[in-house]
Structure formats: structure tokens, C-alpha cells
């Protein structure tokens, strides 16, 4: 079934449902953009950083700018953090009050290599009807009403979450349509990955090592660099990812708002849990919008037994 039939068929609010189809829409773009990316000059960095003084590559600006126009269009999107930019995105066209939090392309160090790379979203809905500021975004994950990735891979695959449950859509290139490939998605009772940078492995704290040690025991590693695909693959084959805090960074490296969060709620709608090694990421009240935060996602009776 084709996501869009899938939506109208699943009774979907049409304001999300909007949403869901500009994701796709700007994902088709992107997808389309990436198979073809040093044939048009799209490879490397624009030789800029952003906010959080990273390296800014050519598609991190191509699939924030691709996504921000098909929000625009879509009219039902009021305002949009990104990883990309300083401040949120208002638009003033809007007919309803979705709001987004997004990292238009998860995985930038694997963009030039061939590697899986993604595009990750958190959507909150605004009921009150009072003028948006840049804190209208600071909302706990909880109160997502959805969230949906994207993986550029040896398929491109579109994964939405909601109170329907969680999904996997496939893209059929031949057709330019996302077509239902996985319904009803439940990470599986038995673990089989776990997924961590070991070069940080030295700035870990001693009861980080120790749970490490015990999880090299029992179950293979797996480790993209995308937090996108690896989160991917875990939910599907049954993983733990960890990006924990180290002495280096004391707030690990992933986003709150526009990676952990969304994440969280789809582990969650999956029957997983996402926490920040003590507590759970959905109820984390957040303070500013690129605040980074330790993340550990995945299967819950593992992460149970993981100290930090
Ligand atoms: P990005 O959003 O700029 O691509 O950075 C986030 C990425 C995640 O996809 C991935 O899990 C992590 O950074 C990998 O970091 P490291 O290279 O330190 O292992
Ligand atoms: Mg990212």
C-alpha cells in the first residue's frame, strides 16, 4: 500500500498526515540528490561550521534547505528547529500548529564514502493559540505526537511512529512512491547488537567499561557512524546503541531535540526505551534547542543492566 493510501486508510489527521507526505516528498529529493552525488559537484564541505562549530557539508545544507521548502509548502507546518540553524524557522503561511524539530541529514561524516546517512524529525503539536517564539520548540519528547526517519541505504527506507504504532515504508524508485514494507514494528525480545564508538572506550567512566565488557560477552558490535542507520538496524534485529557521556564531552554529542527525542518515541512506540543512562529521554524537560545529551537506546531489559 502506498504511504499515501496508507494514511487516508489509517485515519491519520490530514494536517499530520501533510507533514508526513512533505517528509517524503523532501526525502525523494534528497534520495535522488545522493545516487548522484559527486556526478554533481555535492560531495565535501561548504567550508562554514555550524552552531555547534561542526563541519557544514554541501548536502547537510541541500536536504535542510529541501525540506524546509516542502514545509513551507505544505502549510501545516509552523515552525522548524534544525541542527543547521542558529534559530528556528517560523512560517507565517501556516493553517495549523505543527512543529518540527529536525536533523535534515543524520550521519555527515559518511555523506563522501558510500556509507548509509538519514534524516531524522520530532513533530509536537501547538494547541494554544498564542503567537510562536523560539522557546515554542523546548518541548519534552513526551509530548511528540510523531516522529519519522528517513535511511539513505542499499534501500531508501521512510519509518514513521505515531499512536498507530510504527511503521517502515520502502521507496520504489521506479514508481517515485513510499509503499507499507513493515507494519506494526516491535523491536525483538532478544538482543543481538550492541552499537558503540570504542575509540572513546578510555573516557568512558569505570561502570561504563565494566557494562561494556559484559555486553562484548554476549552480543556482537555493530557501529555505522549514523546514528539514523544503526538505530535502524538495532530496531529491526534487536540492539542497544549507546553515544554515552565520556570525560571529554559530559553531555555526549547527540541532540536532544531533533535526534534522541524523536528516537525515543519511536523505540518507545516499539517497545523499547530510550534514557539518558538515568533517566528516560521523553522526560527531559529541555532548555535550549542544540542542547546535546547522553543517549542509550534500544532493547529495555538490556539497558536496564547498564550502569554509567
Ligand atoms: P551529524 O548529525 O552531524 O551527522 O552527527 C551525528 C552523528 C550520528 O549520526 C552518529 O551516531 C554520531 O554522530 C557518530 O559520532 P562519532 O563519529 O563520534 O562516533
Ligand atoms: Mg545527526
Given at each position: 500500500m502506498e504511504l499515501k493510501k496508507y494514511l487516508q486508510y489509517s485515519k491519520f489527521d490530514s494536517g499530520l498526515a501533510s507533514v508526513l507526505t512533505a517528509i517524503a516528498q523532501g526525502s525523494i529529493l534528497i534520495q535522488k540528490k545522493i545516487s548522484r552525488l559527486s556526478l554533481e559537484g555535492?560531495?565535501?564541505?561548504?567550508g562554514t561550521k555550524n552552531i555547534q562549530n561542526e563541519d557544514v557539508k554541501k548536502l547537510d545544507i541541500l536536504a535542510n534547505d529541501i525540506f524546509l521548502e516542502k514545509f513551507q509548502e505544505s502549510k501545516n507546518v509552523a515552525m522548524v528547529g534544525c541542527e543547521e540553524l542558529e534559530k528556528p524557522q517560523i512560517f507565517n503561511n501556516s493553517i495549523s500548529k505543527f512543529l518540527i524539530n529536525m536533523d535534515?541529514?543524520?550521519?555527515?561524516?559518511?555523506i563522501d564514502v558510500g556509507v548509509n546517512i538519514g534524516s531524522i524529525f520530532g513533530i509536537w503539536n501547538e494547541n494554544i493559540d498564542h503567537s510562536l517564539n523560539e522557546?515554542?520548540?523546548?518541548?519534552?519528547?513526551?509530548?511528540?505526537i510523531a516522529s519519522a526517519y528517513v535511511v539513505y541505504g542499499s534501500c531508501t527506507l521512510m519509518v514513521i511512529a505515531s499512536e498507530k504504532g510504527v511503521q517502515c515504508f520502502t521507496l520504489d524508485t521506479q514508481s517515485g512512491s513510499y509503499i507499507?514494507?513493515?507494519?506494526?514494528i516491535n523491536v525483538p525480545e532478544k538482543c543481538k547488537y550492541y552499537s558503540v564508538n570504542y575509540g572513546n572506550f578510555e573516557n568512558f567512566s569505570s561502570n561504563l567499561q565494566n557494562s561494556l565488557i559484559n555486553l562484548q560477552n554476549i552480543y556482537s558490535l555493530r557501529y555505522i557512524g549514523s546514528l539514523v542507520a544503526d538505530f535502524h538496524r538495532n530496531l529491526l534485529e534487536g540492539g542497544v546503541f549507546l553515544y554515552p557521556k565520556d570525560t571529554k564531552n559530559p553531555n555526549g554529542?547527540?541532540?536532544?531535540?531533533?535526534?534522541a527525542n524523536p528516537l525515543s518515541f519511536i523505540i518507545k512506540k516499539a517497545g523499547g526505551i530510550g534514557t539518558n543512562g538515568t533517566k528516560n529521554i521523553l522526560n527531559i524537560n529541555p532548555t535550549t534547542l542544540h542542547e546535546r545529551v547522553p543517549l542509550i537506546i534500544g532493547n529495555s531489559d538490556v539497558i536496564e543492566n547498564i550502569l554509567v
Open positions: 555535492l560531495e565535501g564541505s561548504t535534515p541529514l543524520d550521519g555527515s561524516s559518511n522557546n515554542s520548540l523546548l518541548k519534552p519528547g513526551k509530548e511528540q507499507l514494507s513493515k507494519d506494526n554529542k547527540l541532540r536532544l531535540m531533533y535526534e
